[in-house]
């Protein structure tokens, strides 16, 4: 069994930058896709940011591409995702997730392992 650790989230004003991260411990997250989501109060648990095992295949949510940047350190067990122009509809828990295969799925139902999840607030 996996146990995944959010960290990195705060408080930002809009246009600024933060970087998530996910310490995965217990075993290797290196033969799995991992995914970032959020959820906002009120809404549903939305994907963000997917990757493949290796890294070498990434895929972003609309209204992310272009400012968020996910990425994986296999070595150090460890998955980020890199935020830049953040927008107050940014502000939500951010959670990192591990798929069940090696390949980048967008379905909460297609990952196996939650964290508990790190606020991200950005202020307008």
């Known amino acids: 069994q996996v146990q995944l650790v959010e960290s990195g989230g705060g408080l930002v004003q809009a246009g600024g930058s933060l970087r998530l991260s996910c310490a995965a411990s217990?075993?290797?997250?290196?033969?799995?896709?991992m995914g970032w989501f959020r959820q906002a109060p009120g809404k549903e648990r939305e994907f963000v940011a997917g990757?493949?095992?290796?890294?070498?295949?990434?895929y972003y949510a609309d209204s992310v591409r272009g400012r968020f940047t996910i990425s994986r350190d296999n070595a150090k067990n460890t998955v980020y995702l890199q935020m830049n122009s953040l927008k107050p509809e940014d502000t939500a828990v951010y959670y990192c997730?591990?798929?069940?295969?090696?390949?980048?799925?967008?379905?909460?139902?297609?990952?196996?392992?939650w964290g508990q999840g790190t606020q991200v607030t950005v202020s307008s």
């Open positions: 990757i493949s095992w290796g890294g070498g295949r990434t």
């Open positions: 997730a591990q798929g069940r295969t090696a390949v980048v799925v967008t379905a909460t139902y297609d990952y196996d392992y």
């Open positions: 217990g075993r290797t997250i290196s033969s799995y896709a």
